[in-house]
Every structure is written in C-alpha cells, then in structure tokens.
C-alpha cells in the first residue's frame, strides 16, 4: 500500500517538474528571439562627456550628467578585479551566465530565513544594466537569465568584466570605476590603495547606501566586508589585511564632489569651451566622448592663476580686514561636536581654493578658538591674527569686531592657520602668442564658483592711460617721431567752447615739465602731452587709426577725452591690439580652440588657419611698430612701469593704464613671443583707492605671472627694419646735433628737423563739436 501511495506521488511529482520544465522550454522559446540584439555590447558607446583640455592634455573641464572615464580590462588594476571578483561573483570565469550554486544556495536561505539572498552574477548585472529595468518580477528574472546566456555565448569573460566595469553605476553620478576613483578619492584606478579599491568595490550593491561622502559609516562597514572577502579567498595576504583595515578614508572635501575634478583652474576657458562645442554639436556634445583641445598652456595658466590671486589677496591686505563674513547665534550650550547645527551653518559656505569659512567659538584679544568647516577645531594666535588684529580690539566698531559666532576666512599658509578674507575687487589676466592668436593663458577672476562673469572677454572698462600708444602711434604715420618736443603744460578749454562743462585735465601728479620728447612723455605717462598730441593729428584721424588694432570706432568717441583712455575695451582686445607692437605690424585673432576630437580621437574640427602665412594682415608700418617698441620699452626701463625691471629682461616693454579716481587699473606689457595684460577693480565700478594705479595695483600681478612664464625664452633683441634711421639729436629741443650723445629713431623720410619747428598753437574753435 505504502509503496503504491509513494509511486502515485513521485509520479505527480515528475509530472509536475515535466509540465514546469516543458512551460519553462515553452517561455524560452517565446522570449529567447525577443532578446535585443547585442550591439550596444559589441560597439560599446557609452554617453562620456565633454572634456576640454590644455594643448598638453591636462582636463581642465568636463561636462555632461554621467561621469564616466572608459577604461580597457588590461588597463584596470588586478588587485580592483579581485575586489569585484569577490565581492559580486567570485565564480565568474567558471559559471555559463547562471551560477547555479548560488542559486541553490538563494533559494535555501530564503526558504530558511527571513532575509532575502540574491543569486545575480557580474554577467546578469550587465544584462539589466543595459537592457533590463530594476522590476522585481519573475519574468523579469527569466529574461536577465536568457540575456545572460545570449552575452556569455557571443562575448569573451574579459569582455563582459571590461563592460561591467566601465558601465556600473556608482553614486556622485559616476558611472564606472575610473571615474569613481576621480571623484571619490581624486586618483586614477592604478594610484588607488587596496583598502580604496575595496571600498569602490562595495558600492555597487547600493550606490547611495554606501556612499562614502554621505553615509561614511555604512560605508567603512561596506569596506570591512569586502576586505573581508578578498582575505578569505587568498587576493590578499593577513599583512595586507591587517593595513588596510587600519588605513584611514581620505576622501574629497564633500562640498567639492559635485564637481569634476581637475588639476589646473582654467574654470574660465572651459566655460567657452563648452559653449563652443554645444554651439556646433547641440547637446550631443554631451555625450558623444568629444575632447576640445584648446591652445592653453597648462604652465602659464597654473602661473597666471598663482599671480593673479596673490596680487587680489596683495591689494586687499593693503585695504585691511572689512569685518567677518556673517554672524550666528551660538547658545551657551552649544555642543562643539554637534554635526546637526555645524553642518547646517556651513551649508552654504563653499571653499574657495585654500580659504575655508571657520565658526569663532571664542575670542579673546591675543587668541580666537574656532571650528574649521572640515571639523576642525583650532586656536589661533600671534601672526596668525596679524591681518585682524584691530577687529579684536574692545573698542573695534561693532561691523569690525570679530566675536562669537563669527563666520570667517582660514587660509594655510606654510602649514599654519591665518586669518583672510574673500577679495571684493575683481581682475583678470590673459596671455597670448602674439605671432599667431593663440590663448596660452586667461584668469577670468578671483574665482569662477563665486562669479562666473568672464572679466577677461566680457567686461567692458575703460583703458584710461595703457591706451595712449595707439596715439602715438597713429601720431607716427602723421609725421610725429620719438624725438618730437611737445609742452607739458596746463590745459584748458572753457565752459562756453566744450560744451556747457569746463575741462582742465592734468597729469596724474598735478605736475607739468614743460617741453619733452613723446619718448619722455610716453615714459612718463604725461596726459597734456598725449591731449596736445591728440589735437594735432585730430580725433577723427586716430578714431579711424585704431580700428587697424581691431578697435569699434563706436567704442572711442572721437574726442580728447580718448588721450586718456576713456573709451571701452575688454582685455581680449587690448591683448590682441598690443600684439600688433609685439609682432611687428600684424593684427592677429585670438583663438583658444587648437582641435576637436572624437571618443576615438579622430580629429573632427582643426585649428584656425595659421596666422603665421600670407593671409595675415599687415595693419601697421614695421618701422611704426619698430619704433613703438622702443618707446614702450623705455615705459619699463626709465618710466611708469619700472618695477618690471626686476625680470632683468632687455626685450620686455608695455604701459600702464589708470583711470579717473583710480576706478580702473591696467598693465599690458610683451615680448615678441609673448603678451599679457592684466586688469584690476570692481565690478560696480569704484575707486580702488589712492594711489591704486596701474604701476601699484596690476603691475606686480603682470611680473609675477612673467617670471615665470618667461623661464627659458631666450631673449631677443629688436631688429630695426628698413627705412628707418637713428640720428644724433638735442633732447632740448628735437633738432638734429651730430655731437650729441642722445640719438633718436625716424622714419627715414621725415628725419629731424634741423632747426627749431614748433607746432602750431593749439585751436579751441568750435569745441562744442568735440566735447
């Protein structure tokens, strides 16, 4: 009986598995030829951003919503392998797809326990991360199973590994391992320890769970499991284990990881890289794996970006401290170590470079307690307090005083605290190569994540005195010389001849010299000479003179008033008009654009054509050009801009620019292989204070950035071109004298004079159509 009843149920049993086994041949036969094709495995084509780059291939920006760096499998670590291997599938080279032990092995815990225990293998993760949706269901299940066989039947094991480990999806919108060892520890995957690569490798089991920026202790537990795993199946040995158990969790600052991580702060230029590329592919510039390589230097720029920022922190130690940032309110027992109201006050306090917002928990006149926005808390004392000293003072006015609850500014310095603040002015820096356009260097300003107005292309100032040597130049061709002699005189139009207002404007000293060479009077900066000079060859003449510079006659009124640079230029166009000295006559573009490539590095857009050939315009005489170079030089040699003579360098030359109540300052200075020009003030234009010139205020930030952007250029001397002469002449008076050690440059059909020739008295008639 006992034997019938057993043979009855093994039979029902049998039936049953048949009737499932042939349901389940039947599901497959269905499903298996709905199974999408395999080709965006076997020509893989991630979305991989935007990168924009130096001409070395330094990453200076990259743009798009997923991270992703595409490695190949024998560029990934073995050590990282192992962690994978370990953490997510440890029998994957020996499995078909399915590893049927872990299903076994699922399937009784599951029944056994309450928690739920998957069986999912490295190549199904693959089959639902490219064509699968995460749905919890059983034919959902079924079809990852038949994609799973469908990829391990058509590609290779190091194959699936390589798309798995390019494609997974890690947090901080990182998709890959590379590109998450970029944003969560700053390193490439062959630079990361194994207890960092152990702590990547738990991640992909639940990205935001895990996340080492925002859940550090889930994340140390992950990290623990994994090292855990790759002990027990022998990928590391009980030293190994035992370091990197121990090893501390270095990670980027947190108010940093949104954004990509790059080595040099050409913020700026990314930015215009960027639009250019969205201007020419749409938004798949995105996600095509495009890479615009522009012109940049990646040592000019890290040297432009040190100069610029130490000559703005330079201007504003000078001005003193202003105050602290904000103020909170801290109760008597407030808790130091208390991250729910530490955090929330830093919340909106970024970093900017080395200048960390700081809690002042207490204040007395010698030292101040405060909590960093890293969580550190520190005291300071002596120089450390040096540039807010009189903040700590009883008697400081109460937006001074510095006192608890204060927000303020740390930056380190030689590994020592100090107190500093976030700059108000603004300035810029751009360098190019004159011979050709290209950009080699540009500083926006102080800082692109606090103002991303591009000072260096889009603000429009005016170029006060740095905008003189157009004048003179165009004086030049009008048969002026170098050796002409005008007065330094008092100079004064009245009400009813300029329009309803009286002008008399003077030298930036309130001094005149009287008679002077242009030479001397370049050199010196003299604003009445440059007037006078002005009226002579008329401010219509030079109006349409400049724009051979790539001046907009729009943007300089033909007035007086342009002798002292009162029109509208950006730095873009001065360093562009300055390099038409530099070069010897030719008006360049600038371009920062040097090529445009593919996700394969097929170069699909070249460089503008070479400004080097016959299309480049010659828009001044080479001896004009020639001549202005010795003029500007002599600026630096004996003249406003002397402090440049600490390059040591013969074949330097430029000029000085200040504006009305110091609202503007400028230096734009050159060699024949290199200009850079540098400007300096407020966004709402104000004064920089006085004596803030462009000799005080930009210069220094220009030599700085020179120094070491010169490093290695040999110099050169200037070659005087043909038809120009060097004749003895009386610094008096401008006439020929061949016993005279001073000698001067001419066009050789002008020449000096050789007796005294004045010019003609100034006319003020019909002024009102001047001013």
Not at 28 to 47: C, G, N, W
Not at 93 to 117: E, F, K, L, P, W
Not at 161 to 182: E, M, S, V
Not at 298 to 309: E, P, V
Request: charged share 20%; with cysteine; aromatic share 10%.
């Amino acid at each position: 009986m006992l034997i019938r009843w057993f043979f009855f149920l093994s039979s029902a049993v049998l039936g049953v598995l048949l009737i499932a086994v042939l349901l389940g041949a039947f599901a497959v036969a269905l499903l298996y030829p709905t199974l999408p094709d395999l080709d965006v495995l076997t020509d893989y084509q991630p979305k991989i951003p935007l990168r924009v780059v130096t001409r070395e291939g330094v990453l200076i920006g990259e743009f798009g919503e997923e991270r992703r760096s595409v490695v190949r499998i024998d560029e990934v670590p073995e050590i990282l392998k192992q962690a994978i291997l370990a953490t997510e599938d440890n029998r994957f080279y020996s499995h078909g797809g399915v590893d049927y032990i872990s299903v076994v092995r699922a399937i009784v815990a599951n029944i056994t326990t309450s928690s739920r225990q998957g069986a999912g293998t490295i190549t199904m993760q693959v089959a639902r991360n490219f064509f699968l949706t995460r749905e919890r269901s059983y034919l959902r299940k079924l079809q990852e199973t038949l994609l799973a066989w469908k990829i391990e039947a058509n590609l290779s094991k190091d194959e699936i590994l390589q798309l798995y480990i390019n494609q997974i999806f890690l947090g901080q919108r990182a998709y890959g391992f590379a590109a998450a060892a970029k944003i969560y520890f700053g390193k490439n995957l062959n630079e990361l320890t194994t207890a960092e690569v152990a702590m990547l490798a738990g991640l992909p089991k639940a990205p935001s769970q895990y996340n080492p920026l925002v859940n550090p202790q889930r994340a140390r537990t992950r990290q623990a499991y994994v090292l855990e795993r790759m002990h027990f199946f022998g990928y590391i040995n009980d030293e190994t284990y035992g370091v990197a158990q121990k090893e501390p969790l270095i990670l980027r600052t947190q108010n940093t990881s949104e954004r990509p991580l790059v080595p040099l702060h050409a913020e700026y230029v990314a930015e215009m890289a960027r639009r250019k590329a969205v201007e020419a592919y749409g938004q798949d510039a995105y996600i095509r794996g495009l890479t615009v390589w522009t012109t940049l230097s990646s040592d000019m720029q890290n040297s432009a970006y040190r100069a610029l920022r130490q000559g703005i922190f330079d201007y504003d130690y000078r001005h003193g401290f202003r105050g602290p940032e904000s103020r909170v309110s801290l109760s008597a027992d407030a808790r130091e170590d208390d991250p729910s109201w530490t955090d929330t006050i830093f919340l909106n306090l970024a970093n900017y470079d080395n200048m960390f917002p700081a809690l002042v928990l207490d204040v007395s006149p010698t030292e101040i307690r405060v909590l960093i926005s890293d969580g550190t808390i520190t005291t300071l004392s002596g120089n450390s307090l040096k540039f807010a000293e009189k903040a700590l003072r009883a008697n400081a006015p109460a937006n001074l005083k510095i006192t608890r609850g204060s927000i303020i500014r740390l930056t380190k310095i030689n590994n020592i605290w100090q107190i500093t603040q976030l700059p108000e002015v603004e300035a810029s820096l751009i360098a190019i190569d004159p011979q050709t356009g290209a950009l080699l260097a540009l500083i926006g300003g102080f800082d692109f994540e606090r103002n991303q107005f591009n000072h260096a292309v889009q603000a429009r100032r005016q170029p006060g005195s740095s905008f003189k040597p157009f004048i003179y130049s165009a004086a030049l061709e009008k048969g002026f010389s170098p050796g002409t002699i005008i007065n330094d005189g008092p100079f004064f139009i009245p009400a009813e001849e300029a329009g309803g207002t009286a002008w008399e404007p003077r030298n930036y000293d309130g001094n005149y010299e009287g008679p002077m060479r242009l030479r001397t009077a370049l050199a010196k900066s003299k604003n009445l000479v440059t007037i006078r000079v002005l009226q002579a060859i008329s401010p219509q003449y030079a109006q349409d003179y400049i724009t051979r510079f790539g001046f907009s006659a729009a943007d300089h009124p033909a007035y007086l008033t342009m002798a002292l640079g009162a029109g509208s230029v950006t730095p873009m166009q001065m360093a562009s008009a300055y390099s038409v000295f530099a070069n010897g006559g030719y008006r360049v573009t600038p371009y920062f654009i040097e090529m445009i490539t593919d996700a394969r590095g097929n170069i699909i857009q070249g460089r503008p054509p070479s400004m080097l050939d016959e299309t480049r315009e010659q828009v001044i005489d080479p001896r004009n050009a020639f001549i202005m170079n010795t003029m500007l030089s002599d600026v630096i040699t004996r003249g406003t801009a002397s402090r440049a003579r600490s390059l040591r360098r013969d074949d330097i030359a430029g000029k000085t620019g200040t504006t009305n109540d110091y609202i503007d300052a400028w230096f734009c200075g050159y060699n024949n292989s290199l200009v850079g020009v540098v400007w300096i003030g407020y966004d709402q234009p104000r004064s920089l204070g006085k004596r803030e010139t462009g000799s005080a205020a930009a210069l220094p930030i220009w030599v700085d950035f020179m120094k070491d952007a010169l490093k290695g250029i040999p110099e050169t001397s200037l070659k005087p071109p043909r038809d120009v002469i060097l004749v003895p002449i009386d610094p008096e008076t401008g006439m020929r004298n061949e016993s005279s050690p001073e000698k001067e440059w001419f066009y050789s059909e002008f020449g000096p004079p050789d007796a005294m020739e004045m010019l003609a008295p100034i006319n003020t008639d019909s002024l009102e159509q001047i001013f």
